[in-house]
């Protein structure tokens, strides 16, 4: 099956930095990779996502990177604000109907004012 | 957005009995929920993919006798802990995709199970 990891696990950044969040995945038929932020005891909630046919999709200050040779895709977080501070985690699943997702490790990001 | 409403938010138990869980969808139809466990600060380890009108489908290591799931309408899926155990003290969480199917999951809130 799918597996997906997820680096780092923890990012630290001052406001006002960029924040990039790596993932990689195993199944070349993986096809859909979507981006979700949990806050602190809250539901995940998708923030982006990218499509096999696209290298890089860009919403205001946020971005994400596909290499589908490498297998590997990031997030791209600028100009960071405190309350982007959350958990993020990255997916991977075969189309976009209802097959399952396989999700990353998560990644704590803190943004320190 | 489409929302998935979760209940209990939390539930307290004693050891042996059973909880259930409800994940509804209030403003879409989801043929497919999933349910996830969540440890503290680790990631959505999927338990289990809930099919309206069939049986649901169960990773590997996640036994199907202890966690029931059952999805007899089109905006609802119930997942039953039974006699739950210290060790199943965690946080589950439902999603599903709206018949639209963009790929987006919406989650519910979760449900935090403490048992005693």
């Known amino acids: 099956g799918e597996n997906v990891e997820q680096h780092p696990s923890t990012l630290s950044v001052q406001e006002g930095d960029s924040a990039v969040i790596k993932c990689t995945y195993s199944d070349s038929a993986s096809n859909y990779f979507p981006w979700y932020k949990q806050e602190l005891g809250k539901r995940p909630q998708l923030i982006i996502d990218?499509?096999?046919?696209?290298g890089e999709k860009k919403d205001q200050r946020i971005a994400v990177t596909l290499n589908k040779t490498a297998k590997h895709f990031s997030l791209h977080i600028t100009e960071t604000q405190p309350e982007d501070s959350a958990v993020y985690f990255c997916?991977?699943?075969?189309?976009?109907?209802?097959?399952?997702?396989?999700f990353g490790d998560g990644t704590t990001l803190t943004v320190k004012p | 957005g489409a929302v998935v409403s979760q209940h209990p938010s939390w539930v307290i138990c004693k050891s042996g009995t059973s909880v259930k869980i409800e994940c509804r969808s209030l403003d879409f139809q989801a043929t497919t929920m999933f349910w996830y466990r969540q440890f503290p600060k680790q990631s959505l380890m999927l338990m289990a993919t809930s099919n309206e009108g069939s049986k649901a489908t169960y990773e590997q290591g996640v036994e199907k006798d202890k966690f029931l799931i059952n999805h007899a309408s089109l905006t609802l899926s119930t997942l039953t802990v039974t006699s739950a155990h210290p060790e199943d003290s965690s946080f589950y969480i439902c999603?599903?995709?709206?018949?639209?199917?963009?790929?987006?999951?919406?989650f519910g809130e979760g449900s935090r199970l403490t048992v005693l």
């Open positions: 997916a991977a699943s075969i189309g976009t109907n209802a097959g399952k997702s396989t």
């Open positions: 990218i499509r096999s046919n696209v």
């Open positions: 999603s599903a995709r709206t018949d639209r199917d963009t790929g987006e999951l919406f």
